[in-house]
Structures are given as C-alpha cells and as structure tokens.
C-alpha cells in the first residue's frame, strides 16, 4: 500500500520557502566549485535544454552539525529507510531536494555527495559514455551509479521506481519479467472504442493486472511513464525537449503535473482511477460561472507525480464534490468539455493536453524559438511562479465529433465547418518555473489560459486570419 507521511499536509495553502531554497542552493552551489564534472553537467543543462541543475538534484549530504539549519527553514526528518548512520530530511510543504545527514556528509561545508535523478540510468550513463556500473540489478526500485570522484567529493545519479527510500530493494524472482508485462499492458491500452464507457471500463481492468503484478506505485510510475510517451507522439515541441533532454540522458525527470481534461460523465472514473493508484487529493478548485471550469489536483508522494485534472462545471454546482459525485451531461459545453467533444477525454483517445516541466523560463522560451517553436503569453508571471503554453499542436477532428457536437446544439455550424477544415489545437508543452518551493497553483491564471486556449476562440481566429 502506498504510505501517507506524518507530515503531509492536509491544509494546501502553500508557503512560499525561499530561506528554504537559497540554503539548498548554498549547498548545490558550494558542491560545483569543487567538482568540475558537475559543474560541466550543470552549464550543458543550461544551455543546451534551458534547465536548472537544482531541477534535477534528487539529494546531497550534509553532516549532523548542520541540521539545526534545516531545521531553521522547515525542514522534518522522513520516515524512509536509509542505511545504518544516514536520516533523510525534506520539506513537506514545499518542492525542493531532500538532503542525507550523515558522519562523512560534508566537508568544510561542501557536500561530500551529490545525486541527480534521471528517468532512466542506463539512458544517462550511455548518453555520457561513462565508464561506470550501475549498482543494482534491473527491477531494484533504485539504482544507483557513481558518475564521478573528485578531490574526495561524488556525484552520483539515481533511478527510482515508485520508491522514496535511500536503500535498495533486491528484485524478488519473476519481478524484472512483471516490470515488462505491467509496461506493456499500458502501452498497447486500446483508447479508442465506439463507447467511452468501455474504454474506462478497460483501463480499470489493466490497471488491477498492473497492480497485481507489480503493486501501487510501480504500476502508477509505468502508466504515467507511458502517458508521457503517448502524449509526446502528438506534441512537436514536446518531442523537440524531449530528444534536447535526451541528448543529456535525463529524460522527462523534470516533470512537474500532468493535466488531463476530462468530460463530465468520466471526471469521478478518472478521479477513481488515480486514487486506485495510492494519490491524495489535494486542492479543489472551482473557478466560478464566468469561468465555467473545476480541477482536482492530486499527488502521489512515492512517485513524486502530481495530477491537474479538469472538467466542465455549471454555476449551481459550487458545492458539489465533483471529484466523486458523478456529473450529468450539461446544456453547453465550455473550454474543457469542447475539447473533450472534439478530440476524447485525456484518459482516453487525446491524451494529456500538456506536460508540465521546471525550466529556466526565459531562456527556454528562447531557445525553443530557436527550434521553430513559438510561446504564448505568460499566464502566471510571479517571482515564485512563472508558466506558459507552447503554441498548440493543432489535430484533425474526426468529422463525426464535428457532425455530434452539431447536432446537439454545442457548436454553430460556422464552428463545425472550421474544426472539419482546419481541426482543432490539441496538446501543449507548458513551461514551468518555480522559485521558494512553491509547489501550488494560481487559480485566476488558469482561468486565464482556460479560455484563451477555447477552441472557438481560436477556430473564430482562424476564420479571421483566413478573411
């Protein structure tokens, strides 16, 4: 069963931690002036994937005598195995890398070690020509491999499977073969059937096979591994970050939410289905009548994956909990059902409708010009917070959606003749930056960027640029 830490919390009116953040970077900082492979990695993430290093760090290591600062920004022991002599702090209210305290854990102040996370070691260790073996065995829920020793400080880079811990978990016999069986049952998922309510009853059935054969948290990890993949395939600026990280061997380690959009009938299957797989609910947001939209946003703390599911909510249902309380269909469709009407639900044929990852925001907005990928208005531009959408991938709408929306009313028919010709925006590659742990939301701004991505807003843009 997926764990519940003491220490998460219940209230999400998250702080901002910025005393947190720079005693971190501190660390980080003071570990690449005396380790040049490391400083190496963190420049070439800057300019060649418009990522920051900090990103990217899964822990370092101090010694005892520096708890007491931990303590001084909010920092909590964490109940998670670790070997004999090493105790693993975090933030629970913040999104920040823990930090091992242990005897040899520093010197001078400098962090003796320093892990990166990467989606996959073997991708990062092939990727660097590294000559360097991986210490456990394909199937450990982490796996650890020693980049680099320099003047007695490591850097080190970690894969982990669903696993929070600091200690290895040996395969037991037949799992590395049920890792590869529950991957395969997401990837070949049928999404597309001539009733939605078989293809949610379908992934309900994998995802109890999944779950036998490898448990909660690995079966969570695999799907949204495979989401990622499936979503990727229609998304060109997702493919163009996704090979510009992989060129570094990272992979999308750096994600921050996924969002699914969602129609009505399906929102508490969808809300089901995540909470089958261990995550917690966290905010609920509902953005009011004008704005016409609610969104569920969970977490699964062993995984570290965040969830921003949305979905089409009338004035009247202010106090419904549409997270479990099914919801009928409605009389019109606002921004996330038209989506859904044109291209499926995420859960199902369309996919996500946009990764989320932690960049450097400027510049990756400008080196993606660069690769021919144009971004839109920022919708959140805080200190702490700062978020765009990549222009939207535009996919052809299956006629027969058109031809359904029509006939019911939902669209006009000078609307369902642009979506026939010209399709509809489908998916975007959002651009993340999160500054003092901030691990929330801004609900006004995604209202914001809710209507300004309406796909009558931009089929009536169409027929102007078309005029």
């Not at 939209?293 to 419904?320: K, N, S």
């Not at 971004?375 to 959606?401: C, I, Y």
């Amino acid at each position: 069963m997926t764990e519940v830490h003491p220490h998460q919390p219940t209230a999400f009116d998250w702080p901002l931690a910025f005393p947190a953040e720079d005693l971190l970077r501190k660390w980080i900082n003071s570990f690449l002036q005396h380790h040049s492979w490391a400083s190496q990695l963190s420049s070439c993430l800057h300019q060649d994937t418009g990522t920051d290093l900090f990103e990217w760090v899964d822990h370092f290591t101090i010694s005892d005598g520096e708890v007491f600062e931990l303590r001084e920004v909010g920092f909590f022991s964490e109940k998670v195995k670790a070997p004999t002599g090493v105790e693993v702090w975090f933030h629970p209210q913040a999104m920040l890398p823990r930090v091992a305290v242990m005897p040899d854990g520093n010197r001078n102040g400098v962090p003796t070690r320093l892990a990166i996370r990467a989606e996959s070691l073997v991708d990062f260790i092939a990727a660097h020509d590294l000559p360097t073996e991986i210490r456990d065995r394909f199937g450990s829920r982490l796996r650890r491999a020693t980049i680099a020793v320099e003047n007695g400080f490591e850097l080190l880079a970690v894969e982990r499977l669903g696993w929070r811990h600091f200690v290895s978990s040996e395969p037991l016999p037949g799992f590395a073969t049920a890792i590869i069986a529950a991957q395969e049952l997401w990837r070949t998922r049928k999404r597309n059937f001539p009733r939605d309510s078989d293809g949610i009853e379908l992934a309900f059935e994998l995802q109890a096979k999944a779950i036998e054969l490898v448990g909660q948290d690995v079966a969570c990890e695999l799907f949204f591994t495979e989401e990622r993949r499936y979503w990727e395939k229609r998304n060109r600026a997702g493919q163009i970050q996704k090979r510009r990280q992989d060129l570094l061997g990272l992979g999308w380690g750096n994600h921050d939410h996924h969002t699914f959009r969602c129609s009505r009938p399906f929102f508490a299957d969808l809300i089901r289905f995540l909470v089958n797989f261990g995550f917690t609910k966290r905010e609920r947001y509902y953005a009011g009548a004008e704005a016409g939209w609610g969104a569920q946003i969970l977490e699964h703390y062993p995984t570290g994956i965040t969830v921003f599911a949305d979905v089409d909510l009338m004035p009247e249902e202010t106090e419904v909990d549409f997270s479990e309380q099914p919801l009928p269909e409605a009389p019109r469709l606002r921004t996330v059902g038209l989506w859904c009407g044109l291209h499926g639900d995420s859960f199902l044929q369309a996919g996500m409708h946009h990764l989320e990852a932690r960049f450097e925001f400027g510049t990756l907005r400008d080196q993606l010009a660069g690769e021919g990928v144009s971004t839109m208005k920022p919708f959140s531009d805080f200190e702490f917070l700062k978020q765009a959408f990549t222009e939207g991938e535009r996919w052809p709408v299956d006629p027969k959606r058109v031809q359904r929306l029509l006939d019911r009313g939902l669209i006009t028919a000078e609307q369902a003749e642009t979506f026939r010709r010209t399709g509809a925006v489908g998916s975007h590659l959002e651009n993340l930056q999160r500054k003092g742990g901030f691990k929330g939301f801004n609900q006004k701004s995604v209202s914001v960027i809710i209507e300004a991505t309406d796909p009558r807003a931009l089929a009536s843009a169409s027929q102007s640029k078309g005029a």
